[in-house]
């Protein structure tokens, strides 16, 4: 504690104990640093528990910048290019936890979630972490000397140094709040506005009505949104699988392209992107002797092939050769070019992360610390930093927490 006046308790309060604030807390204490770890509930990490299915995809091996969301681009370029999945995969290989890739990248545990959970215990352990869960912080007074104090339910603590780990607004039943923002807020710090993502899409009842009764189908498709082209493209596009639902649509496909939609566009998909439809029924009506609903459903499965037929109203029993060229495109529009406007989306309560958050311009992409606030930090989901699905938020989260962890003074 050397240079640090007694009366001060910690050198560091790491607030919320999820992936990015364990692993700034253990890189922090590993380094010499007196760290109190601070959450209000009384499960430990539960995003990490519920993640992959309880197997936890914890990075992604293909992670880069261009996996990443942010009003401010080229902000989580140091962060991640300083810890990357290898400098993760040692931690767990050191750790003996078995894992596999399983797609696209992405490595999961071959256990238990749990295995990663009791690995960044180990390691924040091993740095002599004070723990105090669960623990309901109401107020953040900054002292006139520097440092701050935090008054609790459990009695006030003394710190140096903050770290805001505790996440955005995505599963509030799990325990999120926007403790975040409103530490951001008292520190007049901007914002870029939260909303959720990876998250299903919805749609309203009306227009979904000849669809609800899909619920259930998943198929590959190619789905995209907002423009590709120019400059300030704002759009993307992915390749993954897509599931139908009562209310929407779900999948990965759909949870990708929700951090990337806005309110009013449509979303396209294609959903048969190895054929040209179009190309291949008007080559084809002079050597396909079939019905067109046989036709369709050789690609696509039955009831889909089905209710696309009747939302387009055309016959399934029409023979393709009797059938007007225009007639053929309109149906491969709706096949290899299907666009259709959300209303809106299941919301925090099935998101898997929150888009948005603390406007990184106000922070240091070195340290993660606000530039107008000497000693305060903000790591991990309550950064405006969104990765796509796939481990990519993890590794924002190990990477983030590891920059402010070595920073920590």
């Given amino acids: 504690m050397s240079g640090i006046p007694m009366a001060k308790q910690f050198d560091v309060a790491v607030i919320g104990a999820g992936a990015a604030g364990m692993m700034c807390a253990a890189v922090a204490a590993q380094q010499g640093k007196r760290v109190v770890l601070i959450d209000h509930a009384a499960k430990l990490a539960e995003k990490i528990r519920i993640s992959g299915g309880g197997r936890c995809n914890f990075t992604n091996v293909s992670t880069t910048p261009q996996n990443f969301l942010s009003e401010n681009p080229h902000f989580c370029k140091s962060a991640l290019s300083r810890y990357t999945p ?89 325990g999120a709040t926007d403790f975040a923002y409103r530490v951001a807020k008292q520190f007049d710090l901007r914002m870029v506005e939260p909303r959720p993502a990876l998250v299903p899409l919805t749609f309203d009842a009306a227009s979904w009505a000849p669809f609800a ?23 993307a596009r992915f390749r993954e699988d897509l599931l139908f639902t009562h209310r929407g649509l779900s999948g990965p496909a759909i949870l990708q ?12 998909i294609n959903l ?21 609903g046989n036709i369709v459903a050789q690609w696509l499965p039955q009831r889909l092939a ?38 809106g989306s299941e919301g925090y309560r099935k998101a898997e992360v929150t888009r ?26 309550s950064v405006d930093v969104t990765g796509w699905l796939g481990g990519y938020n993890f590794q924002w989260a190990w990477a983030s927490g590891m920059a402010a962890g070595i920073a920590l003074q």
């Fill in 306 to 343: 089905d209710c696309l037929l009747a939302v387009n109203g055309l016959a399934p029993d029409a023979r393709i050769a009797d059938m007007p060229d225009a007639q053929l495109r309109k149906l491969a529009q709706a096949i290899n070019a299907w666009s259709i406007v959300p209303n």
């Fill in 86 to 174: 290898q400098d993760f995969l040692a931690l767990v290989k050191k750790h003996r936890i078995g894992y596999q890739e399983k797609h696209k990248g992405q490595l999961f545990c071959n256990e238990s979630a749990e295995q990663i959970i009791e690995m960044l215990k180990d390691e924040c352990a091993a740095g002599g972490v004070h723990w105090r869960m669960p623990c309901k912080i109401d107020n953040i007074i900054p002292q006139d000397d520097g440092g701050f104090v935090l008054q609790t339910d459990s009695g006030d603590i003394e710190t140096v140094s903050i770290v805001i780990a505790t996440g955005g607004l995505s599963i509030p039943k799990i």
């Fill in 356 to 381: 948005g958050g603390i406007d990184t311009r106000e922070l240091s992409q070195q340290t993660m610390m606000a530039n107008k606030v000497p000693g305060l930090y903000f790591i991990g989901e």
């Fill in 272 to 292: 048969l992107p190895e054929v040209d439809v179009a190309q291949t029924l008007i080559e084809g009506k002079g050597t396909l002797k079939k019905q067109l």
């Fill in 257 to 268: 392209i929700s951090s990337y939609w806005l309110p009013g566009e449509p979303i396209v």
């Fill in 213 to 235: 009764e899909l619920s259930g189908i998943a198929l590959e498709v190619d789905v995209e949104t907002g423009s590709l082209k120019g400059r300030k493209a704002t759009g």
